[in-house]
């Protein structure tokens, strides 16, 4: 009878934690129905040849040095969407290209700002474009 008792209290064990499994692997199912984000659309302009383009950033330390410190001031303000911390930044001899899409146009105001912190006004023109959540 004991023999018995614990064969059925596996065999419910094992029933559970397939039950489990499988209500996991129907919750990623459903997580893979959702549309990956697209920045397609965006990335279209990149095509244009007289616009830059990040493939484009100099490769010369001064406009390095530019990058690396507007990304640095970017990432650091955590109150900046995933949006807004991923913009482009493109420096090319000492100018400043910002492009990609915001939340809000404070945050596109905010990340301008950066970048004409370390480089000047006349120096940064934004092609940054404000893009709401839907």
């Known amino acids: 009878m004991k023999v018995e008792m614990k064969s059925m209290m596996r065999l419910f ?19 893979a129905q959702q549309p990956a984000p697209d920045n397609t659309k965006m990335n279209k302009g990149d095509s244009n040849l007289s616009q830059p383009t990040a493939d484009q950033q100099k490769d010369n330390r001064s406009d390095r040095d530019i990058t690396h410190q507007i990304r640095k001031s970017i990432m650091q303000d955590k109150s900046l969407s995933i949006y807004a911390h991923n913009v482009k930044v493109i420096s090319q001899d000492g100018m400043v290209t910002l492009k990609g899409p915001v939340r809000s146009d404070e945050e596109k105001q905010t990340i301008e700002q950066k970048a004409v912190d370390i480089v000047g006004k006349d120096k940064v023109f934004s092609e940054l474009a404000v893009k709401p959540k839907q």
């Open 13 to 31: 064990g094992i029933g559970c934690l397939l039950m489990g499994f499988m209500a996991v692997a129907q919750a990623q199912d459903s997580s």
